[in-house]
Every structure is written in C-alpha cells, then in structure tokens.
C-alpha cells in the first residue's frame, strides 16, 4: 500500500478534487534548528507553525491542490505597520532615529538604513536610544527606512526634510505581527512530502499521521 500512494495521491488531484483524502493529514517539517507543522483538513482548512531562531510564526486559512501543488491562502492579517511621527533638530553632522515599539518589544531587533544624498547609505541596530550615525563632511539624509530582520519585514522609505532638522522619530504597531500572508503559496509534492521555501530555506513536511 505504501507504493501505491503516490499513485493514488496522483490520481486524486488529476480528477480535479480540491481537497484530495491522499493529501488531507497533520505534517511534521522539523530539521535542525528548525520546528515546523502543517495540517490540511478535509474541509479544506489548514493550520501552518514554524519557529527558527527568534522567529516564531503562524498562519490559518483555505488550501487546495493544484496539479502537483499544494496553494495555501491565509485569512484576512493586518500587517505590521511602520509610522513616521516627525522630525527635529539633531547635534550638527549626524542623523538620530528612534522608534517606538510596543512594552515587551525589544528595539534592538530593529535596523534604520539612511540613504544619503550622494547616493550612499549607512546604518545600524537600534538601541533603546534609538540610532546616531555620522553622516561626514557635506552629506546629507534623503530618506530611512525601518527593517525588522527576522520578519523580513522593511518600511517605505521616508523622505527625510532638512529643514527641519535630522532627529527622526518613528513607531512600530505590530498588529499581526507573526500571522503569515499566504496568497496561493505553492507547496510541491515530492514524494509523499510537502516542500514549502520560507526564509531562505527549503521546509519538507513529512507526513505524521492522517
């Protein structure tokens, strides 16, 4: 019976239905470093879990299978969100950027890339007292951007106005911070497996139980 499951699995998904029994089934996608989970339902429901570093993240939502594919759409999430509050005046040659995060949230996972005027950036780590950085003789900003690595998440650039000043404030409102957007993301069938590419790296959920 083993042997023949692939077959079966292929068999299913050519005769067009959505939420083929072959695939229908809870996934274990561990590897080192790396804890992952998947559930496709009968229903057409999925659950999906992956925790790798100081990453922890989830989604919920629809799946269906697709010619040799797995497509998973999340549930309505609201993004995490970046606003830029103002400007003042920093000490003369430098560029300041704070940001105001949420209690418990640490600003040292954040970064601010400031593109310079000359075409060249610099950057850094947040602290808790947010960022200097030099800017040398006859640079100027143009615009920050805000990163949070481990969520590769990146704001729009800011355009920076000089005139009033270069001390530049902004907040983070994480909202659904950690709740994946899937937008009919592929999963291939190899095998009986499940291969998802997330975070630079190849997921393979095996199967752990019906």
Known sequence: ??????????????????????????????????????????????????????????????????????????????????????????????VRVSLAVPEGMDPQYFRAVVLLDDGTSVGGQLGGDGLALPLGTGRRPASVAIALPIFDLVSDPIPVDGAQGFDLSFRFEPNDLGKVDFRSTPLEQQGGDLTLARHDRLIRFRRARP
């Not at 089934?25 to 999925?46: P, T």
């Open 1 to 94: 019976m083993s042997a023949l499951a692939p077959v079966l699995l292929l068999l299913a998904t050519a005769m067009g239905d959505p939420h083929p029994a072959a695939l229908v089934g809870q996934y274990d996608g561990g590897q080192m470093e790396v804890a992952a989970g998947l559930e496709l339902s009968a229903d057409g429901r999925f659950r999906y879990a992956l925790s790798y570093g100081a990453l922890d993240e989830q989604a919920a939502g629809s799946w269906h299978a697709d010619g040799r594919r797995v497509l998973l759409d999340s549930d309505p999430v609201k993004p995490p969100h970046f606003s830029f509050i103002g400007q003042t005046a920093a000490a003369a040659g430098v």
